[in-house]
């Protein structure tokens, strides 16, 4: 498996999307089943509640994908990815890397603190290190520090987003950076893939897209209001883990909150306005802006091949739409 340039890393795909890694949501059927439908499938490793169990994931991950690409020579099955928390609060970051060693992902998205130590674990078996970052700062950071490509999360993403618009982000990181760049934050169509390589990325990186997919973890309570909200039901916030984050305005509603009150409020402050124990992710539940083109519930085969249908009657347009300019 080539992973060393972004042309044998586009090789290796049949569409290029990341399934992003999402707390609580990703399970090792949604990264089986997105790898066979030949877009890159990742998890958190903390979603594998200990390291027997991280093990096991990334075992039955790697035969099952082995087993799969023996039956189907002919058939593009891609990568798999891990998601480390690559920072020393990390309590499981030794042990995971030890794993990381052992199952060897291809590729390690590193999200939080110094991917050196990570890099250099991967590289050693030919793996490739993908460090995410909201800024421009963080993004010189993890080049310095090894990373082989960039994943640039900019405003509207579900979980931890940013705020740079996604057009100027990947603009101004173009301007020092040639290597891999992934592009996420409220990108859930086909066409968004090719408005994304039209600016200059090459990855598109998809969470929320992939929320209400069958093989997904969430809850269906948690799949349907992914599927009936839209970008009004969504809100940025930093009082429910400190960092602020996307969420879904009803989750809020539900668990007792006025989400009117949310503004320049701490996390101490709300039980003054509900409850004081909804959890993150748990009770108030992430989602990103684009969730308004979501409109069923399907299959993550159901979904590539939707996605690849959009993107490519996108390029198509686009090209027919050249070709009347130069007639014109
Ligand atoms: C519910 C939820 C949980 C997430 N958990 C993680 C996580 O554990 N680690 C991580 O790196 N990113 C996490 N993310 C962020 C995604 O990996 C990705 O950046 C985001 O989904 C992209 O934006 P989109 O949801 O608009 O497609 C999470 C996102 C969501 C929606």
Known sequence: MNLS???SLKELVHLPVIV???FLVSNTEMVIHACKAGVIGSFPALNARTEKILAEWMKQIKDELERYKKENPNKKVAPWAVNFIAHRTNKRYHEDLQLIKKYQPPIV????GDPSPVAQVVHEYGGIVLTDVINITFAKKAIEKGADGLILISAGAGGHGGTYNPISFVHEVRTFWDGPIVLGGGLSQGEDIL????????FVY???RFIPAEESAASDAYKKMVVDCGIEDIIYSDVFSGIHANYLIPSIVNAGIDPKQLENMKKEDLSKVGNADARAWKDILGAGQGIGAIQNQQSIAEIVEELEKDYLQARKKITEGQ???MKK
């Open 5 to 7: 340039t972004t042309e």
């Open 206 to 208: 998809m969470g929320s």
């Open 195 to 202: 408005a994304a390589e039209v600016i200059g990325a090459d």
């Open 323 to 325: 070709q009347f300019a």
């Open 20 to 22: 992003s890694p999402m």
């Open 109 to 112: 998205i590193t999200s939080l």
